[in-house]
């Protein structure tokens, strides 16, 4: 059985009231030396929309411009040209509204774990009590309850990314971007990762944008799959996967839809 | 929270008094057996003796019985406030030059080409213009201290994970409030480096600063043993000046610790 490759034409005509996350004709290139002599295009006019509650996988092979888009997005690099707008108002510098997950340990390793996922509290007027309760809340949530007092260095590298997943949750962000967030755990990790968070995702409803090069996780975790083309990078094919959810990994459908992407960015 | 080699914690800390126990079973054998002579080297009780007098005032040390405690106190407030005024001044510009390339290159050469003048050169020119006393002291501890306090600072503040910053940054965390929470305590263990050698440096220039004829201090009473030929009196100031600049190093630390998350539980 052959799988059909559902190919979503264009979201230009895509009510715009369903989309939290716009973005059009974003270009963005580096100078490839210190002293500005040459430049590479690394992003080449990258459109895409995020609807309110979706989760969208960004596909690529390494070095496409995928870290440089997320990063766009989160507010860290500002573009040469196009524009992002969350929510229908551009945006240009980072805010707790796009949280990010970062591919490499960046959790504060001076805070405890508690510490950790309070430390976006500090700027909210909220009381006291009322922190330490969402707090308690969000460990429990990632499964951390009892590791509350430990220091970054004493846990897991899956322990670690958990702590990242619930300290930008609690913020309650309008878009979660993750990068590559479980791509240095191991397998069984990864896989009790990635059912987290489709657990919390069903449980708080996000939307998401999450980078992978791993294409049986996009098609494991992801609504549409966007696949990347590199030097310039930019949207190569959308594909929507219409697999029922929970999604079972060892089916027929998904190994198809794999394969088929899997070939599809052998081609880009 | 648990600590490595917990067991043995007394006996790697006796270690550290292993050498100067070696020290003074050498110093007592050569004093013993004769070995050299006692106006060159006294004897370990002739000095304790000394010391006692120095610190509680009987017997007839003449000039230097009791002195102990004005020469502390007038010592301890120099460092601390020379010490003090190197890590006011140090501290916010070598996170300053850190973090902004624009400082960095203001300060960079002037503080880099400064920092070749030896500390001594600065005597004279230090003793025309505050004279002999606690400004000059003061003055030479700290531009002393400044250095390794500004350098270090500077180094920690520049090494410091960029992703921590926008990690903060996306979390709503910026600016002043992101510099006392992801910038210091990050740049922390270098800041603590700097601050150890800046206060070790401090006690150095000290003695340096009171050998120039000022009436008290731990360096003064030096000057004067070797005015007299005291040389017992030489060896209790410099006994006094290793134990006193350790407690004060000891003390620093442990302050830090209490004072600060990021001193507590970083390497
Ligand atoms: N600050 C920068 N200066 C110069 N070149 C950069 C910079 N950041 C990224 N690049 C270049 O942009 C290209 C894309 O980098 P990016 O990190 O976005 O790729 P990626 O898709 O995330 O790769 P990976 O899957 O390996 O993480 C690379 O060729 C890289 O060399
Ligand atoms: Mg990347």
Avoid at chain 1, 143 to 159: D, K, Q, R, V
Avoid at chain 2, 47 to 66: E, N, P
């Amino acid at each position: 059985m052959k799988p059909k490759l559902k190919i979503v034409s264009s979201q230009k005509g895509a009510p715009a009231a369903r989309a939290i996350l716009e973005v059009e004709g974003l270009s963005k290139g580096f100078a490839t030396n210190t002293n500005g002599a040459g430049r590479i295009l690394v992003l080449n006019d990258v459109g895409l929309t995020v609807r309110k509650g979706e989760m969208i996988c960004i596909v690529g092979r390494s070095g496409c411009g995928k870290s440089t888009l997320l990063n766009i997005l989160a507010g860290f690099l500002s573009p040469d040209r196009g524009c992002v707008r969350l929510g229908g108002r551009p945006v240009d510098r980072p805010a707790p509204d796009r949280c990010v997950v970062f591919q490499e340990d960046a959790l504060f390793p001076w805070l405890t774990v508690r510490e950790n996922i309070a430390f976006g509290l500090k700027v909210r007027a909220m009381s006291r009590q009322e922190k330490e309760r969402e707090v308690d809340r969000f460990l429990a949530l990632v499964g951390l309850t009892e590791f509350g007092s430990y220091l970054p260095a004493e846990i897991s590298g899956g322990m670690k990314q958990r702590v990242a997943l619930a300290r930008v949750l609690i913020l309650q962000p309008e878009v979660l971007l993750m990068d590559e967030p479980f791509a240095a755990l191991d397998a069984q990790t990864r896989e009790e990762m990635q059912d987290l968070l489709l657990h919390l995702w069903a449980k708080l409803a996000h939307s998401i944008v999450f980078v992978t090069h791993d294409v049986g996780e996009a098609v494991l975790l992801a609504d549409r799959v966007l696949l990347f083309e590199k030097a310039p990078g930019r949207v190569k094919e959308e594909i929507a996967i219409d697999l029922p959810r929970p999604r079972e990994k060892d089916t027929e459908r998904y190994y198809a839809l794999c394969r088929a992407i899997t070939s599809q960015m052998k081609r880009a | 929270m648990k600590r490595l080699y917990d067991s043995g914690a007394w006996a790697h800390r006796a270690l550290g008094g292993l050498l100067p126990a070696l020290l003074l079973l050498l110093w007592l054998t050569a004093a013993e057996t004769g070995m050299v002579a006692p106006y060159l080297l006294p004897h370990p009780k002739d000095v304790l003796a000394t010391a006692a007098s120095y610190v509680f005032g009987h017997g007839g040390q003449a000039g230097f019985a009791g002195r102990f405690m004005d020469d502390f106190t007038a010592s301890i407030t120099r460092v601390m406030l020379g010490f003090g005024l190197a890590v006011l001044v140090g501290l916010p510009l070598g996170i300053l030059s850190g973090r902004l390339a624009l400082a960095n290159r203001l300060l960079g050469t002037t503080i880099n080409a400064l920092r070749a003048v030896p500390g001594i050169s600065w005597l004279p020119l230090a003793l025309v213009w505050f004279g002999i006393g606690l400004k000059t002291t003061v003055f030479l501890v700290a531009l002393a201290a400044f250095f390794p306090i500004y350098l270090n600072a500077e180094a920690g503040a520049r090494q410091v994970n960029p992703t921590l910053l926008r990690a903060g940054a996306m979390m709503g965390v910026r600016r002043l409030r992101g510099t006392f929470a992801i910038l210091l305590p990050a740049a922390m263990p270098n800041i603590i480096t700097g601050l150890r050698l800046g206060l070790g440096i401090s006690w150095a220039y000290l003695v340096l600063g009171e050998l120039t004829g000022v009436h008290n201090g731990l360096g003064a009473v030096i000057m004067d043993a070797r005015m007299l030929g005291r040389i017992d009196v030489i060896m209790v100031g410099i006994i006094f000046i290793a134990v006193i600049g350790r407690l004060c190093d000891v003390g620093l630390h442990h302050m830090l610790r209490f004072a600060f998350k990021s001193a507590r539980r970083l390497p």
